[in-house]
């Protein structure tokens, strides 16, 4: 959904809180947080899936980085460590966050700052 991209471009840096991130769509979701087909309960078919070779996560897994910060997670070469030493211990709860409060850009940035600040809060 381009509106959403726009929104959490329009937010701060997940990590330095300058201003001007672009979305990064993370790398690998979680299987509980990914759809189960009807009649598939125990056997998991994930429509996002790890990333390959031209392909994306959906837009609601994305989260606000500066370029700078969003090469060094790449750079980092394991996305869930990058995020845990900047104080995201669960990235798609902050994605899904952002998601649910497309729009609501106050609220969203405190959110934000209170995770840059205290070094977590998801």
């Keep these: 959904?381009?509106?959403?991209?726009?929104?959490?471009?329009s937010l701060?840096?997940?990590?330095?809180?300058?201003q001007n991130?672009?979305?990064?769509?993370?790398?690998?979701v979680r299987p509980e947080y990914l759809p189960k087909k009807e009649g598939e309960e125990d056997f998991l078919i994930p429509k996002i899936k790890s990333k390959g070779m031209g392909t994306k996560s959906d837009d609601?897994?994305?989260l606000p980085l500066c370029p700078k910060c969003h090469q060094m997670l790449h750079i980092c070469g394991n996305e869930r460590y990058f995020l845990r030493c900047i104080g995201v211990f669960d990235p798609e709860?902050?994605?899904l966050y952002l998601w649910k409060?497309?729009?609501n850009l106050e609220k969203c940035?405190?959110?934000?700052?209170?995770?840059?600040?205290l070094g977590g809060g998801f």
């Design 1 to 9: 959904m381009k509106s959403h991209l726009k929104f959490i471009d």
């Design 12 to 18: 701060i840096c997940l990590h330095c809180g300058c």
């Design 21 to 28: 991130p672009t979305h990064h769509h993370l790398l690998r």
């Design 60 to 62: 609601r897994f994305t």
């Design 93 to 95: 709860e902050v994605a």
């Design 101 to 103: 409060n497309t729009g």
């Design 109 to 117: 940035l405190k959110e934000l700052t209170e995770i840059r600040i």
